[in-house]
């Protein structure tokens, strides 16, 4: 498997996602970096779409799936969008980085990095 990354950076949402009863009730905007491990030499042989991680499709998954979620904790966020990215799109292994981007006064981000591969799902 070739060491290629197809990416996301700064993906901007606006979530339902806190503990506190005023992030239940609001969203609050967020950014996520997505790092997908991917063969990308058979696209670059062929220039064909159809063979590529298509960043386009990601990235509007992952919309769909922010605007239907509110979970209490970015550790959950995290982890189920992994499972279902990795599963929707057969990634071997991807690193997903939620920011929040309001929570800490005084900080730009506060959040989690995770990293899984499709093997962390099989069981």
Request: charged residues 25%; without cysteine; glycine residues 4%.
């Amino acid at each position: 498997m070739a060491h290629d990354i197809v990416f996301i950076k700064n993906l901007k949402l606006d979530v339902i996602i806190g503990i506190y009863d005023h992030e239940r009730t609001q969203t609050q905007p967020i950014t996520l970096n997505v790092e997908m491990a991917w063969d990308n030499r058979p696209a670059g042989k062929s220039d064909d779409i159809t063979l590529t991680l298509d960043y386009e499709k990601v990235s509007n998954y992952i919309k769909t799936f922010a605007s239907k979620s509110a979970f209490l904790l970015v550790e959950r966020f995290t982890e189920v969008l992994a499972e279902k990215l990795i599963m929707e799109f057969n990634i071997e292994a991807l690193t997903l980085e939620l920011n929040k981007l309001t929570a800490i006064p005084g900080t730009d981000a506060v959040g989690v990095k995770i990293s899984r591969t499709k093997a962390d799902y099989l069981n």
